[in-house]
T-cell receptor
Framework: NAGVTQTPKFQVLKTGQSMTLQCAQD?????MSWYRQDPGMGLRLIHY???????DQGEVPNGYNVSRSTTEDFPLRLLSAAPSQTSVYFC??????????????FGPGTRLTVL | QKEVEQDPGPLSVPEGAIVSLNCTYS??????FMWYRQYSRKGPELLMY????GNKEDGRFTAQVDKSSKYISLFIRDSQPSDSATYLC????????????FGQGTRLTINP
């Protein structure tokens, strides 16, 4: 199993450009989520999905779109990049247990710089 | 005020020491508590996951939750240089580990 994969590893954008961060998992997990990590801020939830076709907003959703057409993939779209979106982006996936969402498995991250 | 507060450190201790990492929180609805370890330029990996007050032990790691004080701790015994990493606490209000709220992370260095 590859686990959670993210592409690209690094990206530099100019202000106003759009792009899609890819996330895929091969563990048949229903729950997937996107976080951003900024210095001194920990990780903050952007969007999450409880299954194919179902997405919802997290703590910091503005400027980002998501969709979930398959169980495996959960892409994150930046509509018009801004310098404030310079960050490290992590995708995570998890399964459901009797207590709800279980352990979240994180990808290696995408480092994004917006100039 | 942040919902979850964690001292960012950095914290530097000698090999073999007992390490104590702590988080406080303000949201009394939090029921699920986690500790993640993150090596430099890597994704976080789960160390401990608890959903009740009290202690949970796994090898050299012990997680402690005190819901009445809104305070959680992670203890590392016999610390090793390989434990050098950033440690993040995380918690959620419902549905297990979904919609996690993270602390800022504590950078820990274990010196040989």
């Amino acid at each position: 199993n590859a686990g959670v994969t993210q592409t690209p590893k690094f990206q530099v954008l100019k202000t106003g450009q759009s792009m899609t961060l890819q996330c895929a998992q091969d563990m048949n997990h229903e729950y997937m989520s996107w976080y951003r990590q900024d210095p001194g801020m920990g990780l903050r939830l952007i969007h999450y999905s409880v299954g194919a076709g179902i997405t919802d907003q997290g703590e910091v959703p503005n400027g980002y779109n998501v969709s979930r057409s398959t169980t495996e993939d959960f892409p994150l779209r930046l509509l018009s990049a801004a310098p404030s979106q310079t960050s490290v982006y992590f995708c995570a996936s998890s399964y459901y247990t009797g207590q709800g969402v279980g352990e979240q498995f994180f990808g290696p991250g995408t480092r994004l710089t917006v100039l | 005020q942040k919902e979850v507060e964690q001292d960012p450190g950095p914290l530097s201790v000698p090999e073999g020491a007992i390490v104590s990492l702590n988080c406080t929180y303000s949201n009394s609805a939090f029921q699920y508590f986690m500790w993640y370890r993150q090596y430099s330029r890597k994704g976080p990996e789960l160390l401990m996951y608890t959903y009740s007050s009290g202690n949970k032990e796994d090898g050299r790691f012990t997680a402690q939750v005190d819901k009445s004080s809104k305070y959680i701790s992670l203890f590392i015994r016999d610390s090793q240089p390989s434990d050098s990493a950033t440690y993040l606490c995380a918690m959620s209000a419902e549905g297990g580990a979904q919609k996690l709220v993270f602390g800022q992370g504590t950078r820990l260095t274990i010196n040989p």
